[in-house]
T-cell receptor
């Protein structure tokens, strides 16, 4: 069964700083990795995904995937107080109908 | 804009009672899921359906039973709730294709068992 671990458990950064979140997974055959953002009292919302080794950039978000080390990271440039939320990493193996989530990183961006 | 609708949002009940949660998606997706989210925010998949067919049935107590009338609806019934069932139950939907599957979640149904 896929195992997904996230670090750090919580992160506090000042407004304007770079926020860096990490995720490791156990199955090298995992096909896709997603990052979700969850605000209190809301359901998770998909932010960005990556399927191939390397990096992908969308706006202030950059995600890096290294399949050899089973590691993916999410970087949020110019962090804003509105970015304060729990960030969840989710991994899906090919043809698998059960995306597996990590425990999340709680990000707080203070003004 | 919400496209996965869950009811009720919040429910308090006593041990031993029966509870049902309803979920509807208006995205035209072919797969729906139920996840349980505990107090530490960990999401654990319980069930997933593809075109009304049960395809993932994780190890959950038998008092939990999913029901799907069509691919846009997936309900969850809990017979005789226990205190450890207190959690947020999240419904999600997705397309399923070779590039992976983005999940679209509802806002959750919080269950408190007293």
């Amino acid at each position: 069964q896929e195992k997904v671990q996230q670090s750090p458990e919580s992160l506090i950064v000042p407004e304007g700083a770079m926020s860096s979140l990490n995720c490791t997974f156990s199955n090298s055959a995992s096909q896709s990795i997603w990052w979700y953002q969850q605000h209190p009292g809301k359901g998770p919302e998909a932010l960005i995904s990556i399927f191939s080794n390397g990096n992908k950039k969308e706006g202030r978000l950059t995600v890096y995937l290294n399949r050899a080390s089973l590691h993916v990271s999410l970087h949020i440039r110019d962090s804003q107080p509105s970015d304060s939320a729990v960030y969840l990493c989710a991994v899906t193996a090919g043809g698998n109908y059960k995306p597996t989530f990590g425990k999340g990183t709680s990000l707080v961006v203070h003004p | 804009e919400t496209a996965v609708f869950q009811t009720p949002n919040y429910h308090v009940t006593q041990v031993g009672n029966e509870v049902s949660f309803n979920c509807k998606q208006t995205l035209g997706h072919d797969t729906m899921y139920w996840y349980k989210q505990d107090s530490k925010k960990l999401l654990k998949i319980m069930f997933s359906y593809n075109n009304k067919q049960l395809i993932v049935n994780e190890t959950v107590p038998r008092r939990f039973s999913p029901q799907s009338s069509d691919k846009a609806h997936l309900n969850l019934r809990i017979k005789s709730v226990e205190p450890e069932d207190s959690a947020v139950y999240l419904c999600a939907s997705s397309y399923t294709d070779s590039s992976g599957n983005t999940l679209y979640f509802g806002e959750g149904s919080r269950l408190i068992v007293v």
